[in-house]
Nanobody, 119 residues
Framework: QVQLVESGGGLVQPGGSLRLSCAAS????SIWTMRWYRQAPGKQRE???????????NYSPSVKDRFTISRDNAKNTVYLQMNSLKPEDTAVYYC?????????????WGQGTQVTVSS
């Protein structure tokens, strides 16, 4: 069984920073792409950033130059460094990963962590 566990969310003032972590555990053969999504109240879940096992990254235009995604393959962990946070960044942030347990990659989700940007 595979689990993704996020941490690092919280309340921060506009202009502040937070660092989210997501650790994958269980019987894991390989992890391909790891991603961060977010969902604000009343809105659809949107992709924030993604990173492949080789380190290639992509970002939503709304967070590019403010957020940085990284990963530690040895620890099966992905990070999201969020700087210059804005009230519109307020959302539940979810970790997503393509994980091979036996012979094929399947998508797994974490439970989410709340990020609130407010003065």
């Amino acid at each position: 069984q595979v689990q993704l566990v996020e941490s690092g969310g919280g309340l921060v003032q506009p202009g502040g920073s937070l660092r989210l972590s997501c650790a994958a555990s269980g019987t894991i053969k390989s992890i391909w792409t790891m991603r961060w999504y977010r969902q604000a109240p009343g809105k659809q879940r949107e992709l924030v950033a993604g990173i492949t096992s080789g380190g290639s990254t992509n970002y939503s235009p709304s967070v590019k130059d403010r957020f940085t995604i990284s990963r530690d393959n040895a620890k099966n962990t992905v990070y999201l460094q969020m700087n210059s946070l804005k009230p519109e960044d307020t959302a539940v942030y979810y970790c997503n990963a393509d994980i091979m347990v036996v012979t094929a990659y399947n998508a797994y989700w974490g439970q989410g962590t709340q990020v609130t940007v407010s003065s």
